[in-house]
C-alpha cells in the first residue's frame, strides 16, 4: 500500500487544526478569579474603579477593558494604563475608595476634598 501525497495533506491540516483550537482554549479559573471576572465583566469603560491587590496598596482608576485572563485600567496616580490578570486582584470596587467608619470620611483624599477643609479655614475669624 502506497500513500500519497494527498491523502497525507488533509491529515496534516486537521492535525494542525486540532492542534491550534486547543492551545487557544481560555485557562480555567479558579473561584475568586471567577469573581473578579464576573465583576469586571458588567463594567463600563471609563468607570472609577478601586483595585486591591495581593501585596500591594490599593490603586485608584478607569476601567478600560478586560479579556479571558485579566483586565486594564488607567491608574490616576501613575497616569498609565495597568494590566493585570485576573489571579494577581483580590477585590474590584466601584469608584474611588469609599467612606471609612473608623475615620469617618472618605478614604480617599483629593483636591476637592483637601479645598473644602482649606475654605472652612479661612472662614475662621480669630
Known amino acids: 500500500m502506497r500513500i500519497s501525497f494527498h491523502q497525507i495533506v488533509p491529515l496534516l491540516l486537521i492535525f494542525i487544526v486540532a492542534a491550534t483550537s486547543s492551545a487557544q482554549q481560555s485557562p480555567t479559573l479558579s473561584k475568586r478569579e471567577s ?3 464576573l465583576k469586571v465583566d ?6 472609577p474603579i478601586s483595585v486591591l491587590r495581593f501585596h500591594a496598596d490599593e490603586e485608584f482608576g478607569r476601567f478600560v ?8 485600567f488607567y491608574d490616576v496616580d501613575r497616569k498609565a494604563d495597568v494590566t493585570l490578570t485576573y489571579a ?15 475615620a469617618r ?16 479655614w479661612l472662614r475662621l475669624e480669630f
Open 35 to 37: 469573581a473578579v471576572k
Open 42 to 47: 458588567h463594567l463600563l469603560p471609563q468607570a
Open 65 to 72: 477593558s478586560n479579556d479571558q485572563v485579566g483586565l486594564t
Open 88 to 102: 494577581e486582584v483580590k477585590k474590584i470596587k466601584d469608584g474611588y475608595g469609599g467612606y471609612n467608619s473608623v
Open 105 to 120: 470620611g472618605d478614604t480617599r483624599t483629593g483636591p476637592e476634598v483637601s479645598s473644602f477643609w482649606l475654605q472652612r
